[in-house]
């Protein structure tokens, strides 16, 4: 059995060193276009030069997404990409349509490919010819079981990618039409729009215009809505499965996001490898991913089909905590230099959180806003300001600053 690789979202550069201070084995990332998430910053090809020396500096592997459906048209301009960045040595690109994949044979016949969830493997067969058509490894779609997992990666030889972690479509992993009919932006080109995160009412066909609603709670009612998908209590059968990657989902969501997610499934997997017997899931790991925003946690299709469990009824998003900076540097006298994402005053109670599930609290007691006019002392720091401020002990640039949310929130 070996350790499976844990597979982090790099929305942009920001995110990317997150996850790797957080301790990502793998990143993928996309460019600015065939990549699916063409909404995410995503990378230009100079940027993707620079983001893959930072992973191989450090170890970390770094698969490009190719994933999207291209139609005849936008070949050509596929080709000319493919082309751009031939040189680059990513370790793997994340392909669905077979075109492409016949494209990238032509381009870069000695390039791994990784089949993305887009292309629905939900079977050992499936699998199997895959290998046989020279892919590496198949990224399973979220409708697998965790039986179908085992047989999966025991029948077809091939290595298998998981997600642990992230949102979930209602619809099959993603081959969804909502976001083109109703806002003109298809999912399959990595524009999707989440209509199926929106609010809906009942409107009888001879009332035009006269909308009902359709109330769980005060939130009002989210037919569509599916949970996030959470492995995190299911971790030892994944990693029992021989699974070889555990990927978590998320270009779009911010570092914090990453941040807490990483340090979380980071701590679970290597404590569960270094002691399978000893093992438990920490009640913490769970707390800490519920201060994030999320739609309320499902274990999706790993133990069949999700039905009651899978959709969330009663609101959007759940959240406790906020994210409201990164700690940009640290300099003597327990002081460091905070980027400002969220506004902080004076008496904030904040928390510093780091890798391993290091967390620390602080009063703020001082704010010095650094000004290229001049330093100032302030009792309210906004979002985008740099600010010298006092810090609990053991901090390192890369932590990353929350505070518990309050109806007084911003
Ligand atoms: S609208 Fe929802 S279900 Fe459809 S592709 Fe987008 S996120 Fe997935």
Not at 126 to 131: G, I, P, T
Not at 156 to 172: K, M, N
Not at 347 to 372: C, K, N
Request: some cysteine.
């Amino acid at each position: 059995m070996q350790k499976p690789e844990l597979l982090a979202p790099a929305g942009n550069m920001e995110k990317l060193k997150t996850a790797i201070h957080y301790g990502a084995d793998a990143v993928y990332l996309g460019g600015r276009a065939f990549g699916l998430r063409n909404l995410a910053d995503n990378f230009s090809v100079p940027e993707m030069a620079i983001a893959l020396n930072y992973c191989h500096e450090r170890g970390v592997k770094v698969y490009l997404t190719v994933n999207s459906y291209p139609h005849n048209d936008a070949l050509e301009r596929l080709e000319q990409y493919l082309r751009e960045v031939a040189p680059l040595p990513f370790d793997a690109y994340i392909v669905a349509d077979p075109g492409v994949i016949d494209l990238v044979r032509e381009i870069s016949p000695e390039r791994q490919l990784h089949l993305s969830t887009q292309a629905n493997t939900i079977n050992w067969r499936s699998a199997r010819f895959w290998k046989r058509q020279g892919v590496s490894r198949v990224n399973l779609a979220r409708e697998t079981t965790l039986e179908a997992i085992i047989e999966t990666v025991t029948r077809s030889g091939i290595e298998t990618e998981v997600f642990v972690h992230g949102a979930l479509c209602i619809s099959y992993s993603g081959r969804c039409l909502l976001s083109s009919a109703m806002a003109g932006r298809d999912a399959n080109q990595g524009e999707c729009a989440h209509p199926c995160r929106w609010n809906y009412h009942l409107v009888e066909e001879q009332r035009p215009g006269e909308y009902f609603p359709v109330v769980e709670d005060e939130g009002g009612t989210f037919i569509f809505n599916s949970r996030d998908l959470c492995l995190l209590e299911h971790l030892p059968e994944l990693v029992r499965s021989g699974a070889a990657s555990l990927k978590i989902e998320g270009r779009m969501k911010g570092i914090n996001y990453i941040a807490s997610v990483l340090r979380v499934y980071r701590q679970a997997l290597d404590e569960y490898w270094a002691d399978p017997n000893g093992y438990r899931c920490r009640p913490e790991w769970m707390d800490e991913l519920s201060k994030l925003s999320h739609r309320g946690y499902t274990t999706g299709f790993l133990f069949g089909e999700p039905r009651d469990v899978g959709q969330e009824y009663h609101s959007a998003y759940i959240r406790s905590h906020e994210f409201v900076g990164r700690v940009e540097e640290v300099r003597d006298g327990g002081m460091a230099v905070i980027g400002v994402r969220n506004r902080i005053r004076l008496g904030d109670e904040l928390e510093f959180i780091g890798p391993g599930m290091r967390s620390a609290s602080l009063r703020v007691e001082g704010l010095t806003v650094l000004d290229s006019h001049g330093n100032y002392e302030t009792a309210s720091a906004n979002p985008n300001q740099l600010v010298l401020m006092a810090v609990p002990a053991g901090i390192v640039p890369f932590d990353l600053i929350r505070r518990e949310k309050t109806s007084a929130s911003n």
